[in-house]
């Protein structure tokens, strides 16, 4: 069971920027992959950025490209701790924000998708005015 828990949620005026923060209840080097989705109000849960195991290559939706990043904390022998760095948000950029992980093996790789995924964290409100 992975345990997963979200901050650093909040309300900011368009244009602004948030770091959402994602704590993790196993290692950075455990063969889990792990990704941010978010929810609306009135849509379905949908896919933001994932990475993949390891901390290579990170995948977004084109919704958010060139404005979101994701990260992990790469020191070893630590827990996994996910970051959302959020820049130039939009009013659409409104929803609750979910961590998700997966087990995917060493390199592996989990789409935006939100079937995919296993274990939820409990998310963090992101609330962006006009």
């Known amino acids: 069971q992975v345990q997963l828990a979200e901050s650093g949620g909040g309300s900011v005026q368009a244009g602004g920027s948030l770091r959402l923060s994602c704590a993790a209840s196993?290692?950075?080097?455990?063969?889990?992959?792990m990704g941010w989705f978010r929810q609306a109000p009135g849509k379905e849960r949908e896919g933001v950025a994932t990475?993949?195991?390891?901390?290579?290559?990170?995948?977004?939706?084109d919704s958010v490209k060139g404005r979101f990043t994701i990260s992990q904390d790469n020191a070893e022998n630590t827990l996994n701790t996910l970051y959302l760095q959020m820049n130039s948000l939009k009013p659409e950029d409104t929803a609750i924000y979910y961590c998700?992980?997966?087990?995917?093996?060493?390199?592996?790789?989990?789409?935006?998708?939100?079937?995919?995924?296993?274990?939820w964290g409990q998310g963090t409100q992101v609330t962006v005015s006009s």
């Open positions: 196993v290692s950075t080097y455990s063969p889990y992959c």
């Open positions: 998700a992980a997966v087990y995917c093996g060493y390199g592996g790789y989990k789409g935006l998708s939100q079937n995919a995924w296993r274990y």
């Open positions: 990475m993949r195991q390891g901390g290579g290559s990170a995948y977004y939706d």
